[in-house]
C-alpha cells in the first residue's frame, strides 16, 4: 500500500514537470502547481509530498521559499539563467548597473554578482564574508549573489526588454545604465571604469536621451554628466541643458572619491580624481 502511494505521488509529481515545461513554466511557483494539479484533476493532498520527491531526485530545484525552477535534466529544459532567475526574485526588476553595462559591450570586466534596479524594498540575507573580512550586501541563490538596488518609482525608468537565451528579460538602456554608474561608480566597478565605458559608447551614444535622462535623475548627475562629456569632445553648446541645472555648492566628480580636489566653476564640481592636484 505505501509502495502504490509513492508510486502515485511520483507519477503526480512527473506530470506536473511535464505540464510546467509545456507551457514554459521554468521557473515557478508552489500556488500555480496547485493550480495546475486543479487543472489536471490532482488530488491537492499529493502536491506537497510530490514537489518534495521532485526535489529529492533532481527534477526542481528551490530558489527561496515557494518559489522553484526546473532543473535541466528535465528533458528539453534548457539551465535557467541568472538574469531570468533575477526577474523572479523580486517585481519590478531591471537588470542594471555593471551586470547592464557588460550586457551592453560597454566594460571587459565581469562583475561577480548580478545587479538589478528595482523600486521594491528587498529583505536581503546578509552574505557571510571571508574569515576575517566583514559580511557584504546580496542576496545568494546557489552560487549566485544579486545585488538589489532600490530607487522611487519615478527613477524607475530607462528600461526595455531585452532576449537573453529563450528568456525576456528587463535591462536598463545603454544610456540609463552611463548615469546609474556617474551616480553609484561603485556598482560599475570605479569611476574611472564608467568614463572609459561612455567613451566606448562612441557615436552610438543617444545625446539627447541621456541628457533628458540626467535631468530627470538629479542635477548633480547632469553636472558629472556635462564634465564627462565635455572631456571627451562633445560642444559646450549641446550640452547646455546640463549647464544651467541648477545646484547649491560644489558636488565631487567621483561620488568614492575624497572632498578634494581642484573647483571647476563652470560644470560646479570638485574634480577629486587620482592625479588632480587639491585645492
Same mark, same amino acid.
Given at each position: 500500500?505505501?509502495?502504490?502511494?509513492?508510486? *502515485?505521488?511520483?507519477?503526480?509529481?512527473?506530470?506536473?514537470?511535464?505540464?510546467?515545461?509545456?507551457?514554459? &513554466?521554468?521557473?515557478? =511557483?508552489?500556488?500555480?502547481?496547485?493550480?495546475?494539479?486543479?487543472?489536471?484533476?490532482?488530488?491537492?493532498?499529493?502536491?506537497?509530498?510530490?514537489?518534495?520527491?521532485?526535489?529529492?531526485?533532481? @527534477?526542481? !530545484? #528551490?530558489?527561496?521559499?515557494?518559489?522553484?525552477?526546473?532543473?535541466?535534466?528535465? #528533458?528539453?529544459?534548457? #539551465?535557467?539563467?541568472?538574469?531570468?532567475?533575477?526577474?523572479?526574485?523580486?517585481?519590478?526588476?531591471?537588470?542594471?548597473?555593471?551586470?547592464?553595462?557588460?550586457?551592453?559591450?560597454?566594460?571587459?570586466?565581469?562583475?561577480?554578482?548580478?545587479?538589478?534596479?528595482? =523600486?521594491?524594498?528587498?529583505?536581503?540575507? +546578509?552574505?557571510?564574508?571571508?574569515?576575517?573580512?566583514?559580511?557584504?550586501?546580496?542576496?545568494?541563490?546557489?552560487?549566485?549573489?544579486?545585488?538589489?538596488?532600490?530607487?522611487?518609482?519615478?527613477?524607475?525608468?530607462?528600461?526595455?526588454?531585452?532576449?537573453?537565451?529563450?528568456?525576456?528579460?528587463?535591462? =536598463?538602456? #545603454?544610456?540609463? =545604465?552611463?548615469?546609474?554608474?556617474?551616480?553609484?561608480? +561603485?556598482?560599475?566597478?570605479?569611476?574611472?571604469?564608467?568614463?572609459?565605458?561612455?567613451?566606448?559608447?562612441?557615436?552610438?551614444?543617444?545625446?539627447?536621451?541621456?541628457?533628458?535622462?540626467?535631468?530627470?535623475?538629479?542635477?548633480?548627475?547632469?553636472?558629472?554628466?556635462? @564634465?564627462?562629456?565635455?572631456?571627451?569632445? !562633445?560642444?559646450? *553648446?549641446?550640452?547646455? %541643458?546640463?549647464?544651467?541645472?541648477?545646484?547649491?555648492?560644489?558636488?565631487?566628480?567621483? %561620488?568614492?572619491?575624497?572632498?578634494?580636489?581642484?573647483?571647476?566653476? &563652470? @560644470?560646479?564640481?570638485?574634480?577629486?580624481?587620482?592625479?588632480?592636484?587639491?585645492?
Amino acid at each position: 500500500m505505501k509502495a502504490d502511494k509513492k508510486i *502515485k505521488k511520483t507519477m503526480v509529481g512527473i506530470e506536473l514537470v511535464r505540464r510546467l515545461a509545456e507551457e514554459g &513554466d521554468r521557473i515557478f =511557483t508552489v500556488a500555480r502547481t496547485r493550480e495546475l494539479a486543479s487543472k489536471l484533476g490532482l488530488r491537492q493532498g499529493y502536491l506537497l509530498e510530490a514537489l518534495h520527491h521532485l526535489h529529492n531526485n533532481g @527534477w526542481i !530545484i #528551490p530558489i527561496h521559499r515557494g518559489l522553484y525552477r526546473l532543473s535541466s535534466s528535465v #528533458p528539453g529544459i534548457s #539551465p535557467v539563467h541568472e538574469f531570468e532567475l533575477a526577474m523572479s526574485l523580486v517585481k519590478p526588476a531591471a537588470i542594471s548597473h555593471w551586470s547592464a553595462l557588460h550586457y551592453h559591450g560597454l566594460t571587459e570586466q565581469i562583475p561577480r554578482r548580478v545587479f538589478v534596479l528595482t =523600486t521594491t524594498e528587498v529583505s536581503v540575507p +546578509r552574505v557571510r564574508g571571508k574569515k576575517g573580512r566583514p559580511a557584504t550586501g546580496g542576496y545568494p541563490v546557489g552560487d549566485t549573489v544579486f545585488q538589489f538596488i532600490q530607487v522611487t518609482p519615478g527613477r524607475y525608468f530607462g528600461i526595455e526588454k531585452v532576449w537573453v537565451g529563450e528568456a525576456r528579460v528587463m535591462m =536598463t538602456d #545603454p544610456e540609463r =545604465t552611463l548615469l546609474d554608474g556617474l551616480a553609484r561608480p +561603485r556598482y560599475c566597478g570605479d569611476f574611472a571604469e564608467v568614463l572609459h565605458a561612455l567613451e566606448a559608447r562612441g557615436r552610438k551614444l543617444d545625446l539627447k536621451r541621456i541628457i533628458s535622462y540626467a535631468l530627470r535623475l538629479d542635477a548633480t548627475v547632469a553636472k558629472r554628466l556635462g @564634465w564627462a562629456l565635455e572631456h571627451q569632445g !562633445i560642444d559646450r *553648446k549641446r550640452l547646455s %541643458p546640463l549647464l544651467k541645472a541648477p545646484v547649491r555648492g560644489f558636488r565631487r566628480l567621483d %561620488p568614492s572619491g575624497p572632498g578634494r580636489g581642484p573647483r571647476n566653476r &563652470d @560644470w560646479m564640481v570638485r574634480e577629486n580624481l587620482a592625479g588632480n592636484p587639491a585645492r
